[in-house]
């Protein structure tokens, strides 16, 4: 059983930076994809960053250049380093965790992807004007 853990949420002005952080506990199999996603009230959920387990990592087009993927193998930790922060960032952001390669499908209102297995319960992140 895989259980994953996101801290880092809060509150920050337009233009901040924050870095959210997901405990893995303990991913053991290969292939991987960890996404991280997040869902804003009255909006599906989307997926903004991925990284599998050969280091390659993607951004759906809201986020790209301002938000970085990265993980901590040692740490067993996954990071979100979001910068140049928008009040349309607002939303509970989630990470996840598939046996597979990352599979994924960019619709116009943000990008899907797909056989995610494990599932954090999520940290809020406010951006305020």
């Known amino acids: 059983q895989v259980q994953l853990v996101e801290s880092g949420g809060g509150s920050v002005q337009a233009g901040g930076s924050m870095r959210l952080s997901c405990s893995v506990a303990?991913?053991?199999?290969?292939?991987?994809?960890m996404v991280w996603f997040r869902q804003a009230p009255r909006h599906p959920r989307e997926g903004v960053a991925s990284?599998?387990?050969?280091?390659?990592?993607t951004y759906s087009d809201s986020v790209k250049g301002r938000f970085t993927v990265s993980e901590d193998n040692a740490k067993q930790t996954l990071y979100l380093e979001m910068s140049n922060l928008k009040p349309e960032d607002t939303a509970m952001y989630y990470c996840?965790?598939?046996?597979?390669?990352?599979?994924?499908?960019?619709?116009?209102?943000?990008?899907?992807?797909?056989?995610?297995?494990?599932w954090g319960k999520g940290t809020p992140v406010t951006v305020s004007s």
């Open positions: 996840a965790v598939a046996g597979e390669p990352c599979r994924y499908r960019q619709y116009q209102w943000g990008r899907v992807y797909y056989a995610m297995k494990y």
């Open positions: 303990v991913v053991t199999f290969s292939p991987y994809c």
């Open positions: 990284i599998q387990h050969d280091g390659e990592t």
